[in-house]
């Protein structure tokens, strides 16, 4: 079995440029990367260095929906004759890309204004949410956590979107965005069809502690990392975030997941306000759920602190 070969891919995003991996015994690629020509001509390189025609691959697997891991999925799959597949709770947002975009931005409308992020502000993510130049509609292979495609496992890792996977081997863990080198993965704004997502997040974060014994990480942005450390900076930035959170709210008269955010981060405009107010949503979230905030259901959402002070040494994980 030789090593999977890393191929960076695209100019990046806000977590950094692109890895997709290619397992040439396996015939499989995983993550190919975002619809740019640039991206696609890199990865069509990276194929070949890796030792396999472009018609040696067999499987396209995709940890997650995001446009800079998904987008070429469908555009590989079909010159290689190759099948895509993703868990089946991210699947339609790349197989039935068009119809599920629309739902998408009237859900996330919803929400914003639900966190209470005001109009102008709104304006300015819809503008931004470009469609991607992906098919309307592709046939995928769905998973569900367990199952194995040429012998790579899928590891259900929800939390940065509803059915984000990690694929494992003897060796390697792939991680996609569950873990980042050097960026927090964005936990609420990334995905908004997901209640209590920290809930989900630290629960995968458990998950990876263990199935990440003995194997090398690799992420979906970055090099090889330090799993360990970044599981235990994860969760580190988790405990401060929601004690940060907890201390706006007991200082604040009923504030919105949007006043919250503004305090935490300042000034945000298009994709940042969404991650920062779903940040700050989330957080809240899974302090309400352990009964330390209360939300009161208006619109917008707000919230309130139903103790003085934050519990020393709480733990978040469900
Ligand atoms: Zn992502
Ligand atoms: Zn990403």
């Known amino acids: 079995m030789s090593d999977p070969i890393r191929v960076p891919v695209g100019k990046g995003t806000p977590e950094g440029v692109n890895s997709a991996y290619v397992c040439p015994d396996r015939g499989v690629v995983i993550d190919p990367g975002p619809p740019t020509t640039e991206s696609w001509e890199a990865l069509l390189d990276g194929i070949e260095r890796a030792g396999i025609p472009v018609q040696g691959v067999e499987h396209v697997l995709v940890t997650h929906w ?36 629309t739902k998408r931005l009237r859900r996330d409308a919803r929400i914003l204004e639900e966190w209470g992020v005001p109009e102008r502000v709104r304006e300015t993510l819809t ?47 792939f991680l996609g ?6 960026y927090t993965p964005n936990v609420g704004g990334s995905d908004t069809r997901l209640d209590d997502p920290l809930a989900k997040y630290l629960s995968s974060l458990q998950r990876i502690e263990i199935v990440a014994k003995g194997r090398t990480g690799e992420p979906g942005h970055g090099t090889t990392m330090d799993v360990d450390k970044a599981i235990r900076e994860g969760r580190e930035h988790h405990r401060r975030r929601a004690e940060a959170g907890f201390d706006v709210v007991a200082a604040t008269y009923e504030p919105t997941a949007w006043a919250i955010a503004r305090d935490l981060f300042g000034e945000m405009n298009g994709i940042h306000a969404k991650f920062g107010a779903g940040e700050a949503a989330a957080h809240l979230d899974r302090l309400t759920a352990l009964g330390i905030v209360e939300r009161i259901e208006a619109s917008p959402v707000r919230y309130r602190t139903v103790i003085d002070d934050y519990p020393s040494g709480m733990n978040l994980t469900p």
């Open 66 to 101: 995001h446009a800079d891991h998904a987008g070429l999925a469908c555009r590989l799959a079909e010159r290689a004759n190759a099948s895509v597949h993703l868990h089946a709770d991210d699947a339609p947002l790349v197989g039935d890309y068009t119809h599920e975009r």
């Open 127 to 173: 503008d931004r949410d470009i469609l991607s130049p992906i098919p309307d509609s592709y046939p995928i292979k769905t998973h569900d956590d367990g199952d194995k495609i040429a012998g790579i496992e899928v590891i259900h890792t929800p939390g940065h979107t509803k059915g984000h996977a990690s694929f494992m081997t003897n060796e390697t863990l």
């Open 177 to 182: 965005d569950v873990l980042l080198p050097t």
